[in-house]
């Protein structure tokens, strides 16, 4: 057994490799440290408590299954959404029947880790590098039977590939089913008294990838009258726009038979959900929210934002959680934006909450509407900070292509002991090399998710990526040797 904090461990062995790894054991993910790699988000403590039994299956491995509220098969008629059950205990748990658009968007975003932020984010992490990171950790979920990496799109800026990549989808899903495009919104045009309304997904300016999806009249009203602070921005130019609007669109997408655009692939939007998030790609629901998240980057804080899903409003959780004081569970905190008489009752009705549970002194919060100056935040535990210098990026690199480097050819030696000779010296330079990619690790060690996002940037680096892929799988595998004492690093 090993620990993670002072939680215990198991061993679990995967019979379809043959492999071992450790795991954490059911239900405690939210009991470890959230700094830990074997962290999982309390559900309690966002809006996934919202969903009934069975809407969200998570198994063991870390994969999960999803019951969505949208067809994939066209032939298959959009049900409309019904009415919610009554729930006992806790206000507005356990009711919602199926997951829809936006509780996907937000699930996506939770396991890609970016509902969570720390100070060694800063600089790593880009919309098009943060697209591709959701992409990735769709190949653990899986919706009726099907994996959702099969369905996704993502339009990633700077990626020329995206238009390959959407063919291959709609020609491999064929024509009676659809598929999810995920990107960035760059504008929306309101339709006209000819045609439908238009989408434009970002992808490069002034280059021939922008993705163009055309939206039915009741489904672009919908989607202002859904989301009406990304409809407001969306309003806006692109230039003149304070933050990003990502969208997760459900679409039909067909190949063009005739004219100019022949053989491409034309996009229908069945069903979206748009989403405003921050700068650092933290999703946010207000103005104020955007103001607070913001603050908090700046001052270099470390922080989760619960995402809402599809939770009806009564259920109460915090619009931000500290993750950086002496508070284990984290330290709520809440922004108030609004005066009006129904919104005071349910601001009493929250801190009622948060007093009962927290405790009138363990929790913050900030009364937006009538105060432009937030409370100072609460105060970050101080942590050990190791003696050994951490080393920089040049270092780095420095022993990443020792350890990339070839085997002396045994033919170019003459004597046995000259081989000897240089086998001992590239082992005490391979034992260097890796001592400094430890002290890499060390430095990160509190921080597993930092480190995994300074991994990504270190592997797209040019001085690697031109020799070619063998060169960089290499790399990749003397990383993961380096990092082992790290538990599932590259997941």
């Known amino acids: 057994m090993a620990s993670d904090g002072s939680r215990a461990l198991e061993i679990r062995h995967r019979r379809e490799s043959d492999t071992f790894h450790l795991a954490v054991w059911k239900n405690e993910g939210p009991l470890h440290e959230s700094t830990r790699p074997l962290h999982k988000p309390d559900p309690e403590a966002s809006g996934r408590a919202g969903y009934m039994v069975g809407v969200l299956r998570e198994g063991l491995d870390g994969e999960a299954v999803v019951s969505l509220d949208v067809a994939l098969r066209r032939t298959t008629p959009q049900a409309p959404l019904e009415a919610p059950l009554p729930a006992e205990g806790r206000p507005g748990r356990g009711r919602q029947r199926a997951m829809t658009l936006l509780g996907l968007l937000h699930l996506l975003w939770e396991r890609a880790g970016l509902a969570t932020w720390c100070p060694a984010f800063s600089g790593y992490r880009t919309p098009g590098v943060r697209l591709g990171r959701v992409s990735g950790c769709c190949r653990a979920l899986r919706t009726r039977q099907q994996s959702l990496a099969d369905l996704l ?73 859904s989301a009406p602070w990304a409809a407001t921005l969306l309003g806006q130019e692109p230039a003149e726009r304070a ?38 790609m933290i999703p946010v629901d207000s103005r104020h929210e955007l103001t607070i998240g913001e603050a ?24 931000f959680v500290l993750t950086d004081t002496a508070a284990r569970d984290g330290y709520p905190m809440e922004v108030f934006g609004r005066t009006d008489e129904d919104y005071q009752t349910r601001r009493a009705e929250k801190a009622d909450y948060y007093n009962g549970v927290f405790g009138s002194q363990g929790w913050w919060s900030w009364n937006a509407a009538s105060d432009p ?35 002396p050819d045994p033919a170019t030696i003459e004597t046995i002991a000259a081989y000897h000779a240089v ?69």
């Not at 270099?300 to 619009?319: G, H, I, M, T, Y």
């Not at 270190?458 to 799988?473: E, F, L, P, W």
């Open 296 to 319: 908090l980057v700046e001052a270099e804080r470390s922080f989760e934002k619960p995402l809402r899903f599809d939770a009806d409003q009564d259920l109460v959780f915090p619009d």
């Open 373 to 407: 100056t937030w409370p100072p935040f609460p105060a970050t535990l101080e942590r050990k900070k190791t003696m050994t210098p951490p080393p920089d990026l040049e270092e780095v690199h420095a022993a990443l292509a020792t350890l990339i480097r070839m085997e």
């Open 153 to 225: 799109c993502p339009v990633a800026q700077r990626h020329p590939g995206v238009a390959c990549r959407l063919q291959v989808v709609a020609d491999h899903l064929g024509p009676s089913r659809r598929l999810f495009l995920l990107g960035i919104v760059d504008r929306l045009e309101p339709p006209s008294a000819r045609r439908d309304a238009m989408q434009v997904l970002q992808g490069q300016r002034g280059a021939s990838y922008d993705l163009f999806t055309s939206v039915p009249k009741a489904e672009y009203a919908r989607l202002l009258h």
């Open 423 to 491: 086998m001992a010296r590239r082992r005490t330079e391979e034992e260097a090399a890796l001592a400094v990619l430890r002290r890499y690790v060390a430095l990160l060690s509190d921080d597993p998710i930092a480190l995994r996002e300074r991994y990504y940037l270190i592997a797209n680096d040019a001085r690697y990526t031109d020799a070619g892929s063998t060169t960089v799988s290499v790399m990749t595998a003397a990383l993961r040797r380096a990092f082992a004492n790290v538990p599932h690093w590259q997941n």
């Open 243 to 280: 933050v990003p609007v990502v969208a997760l669109l459900c679409v039909t997408a067909d190949r063009i038979k005739d004219g100019e655009w022949a053989g491409l692939v034309a996009e229908k939007v069945i069903r979206g959900t748009f989403m405003v998030v921050s700068p650092a």
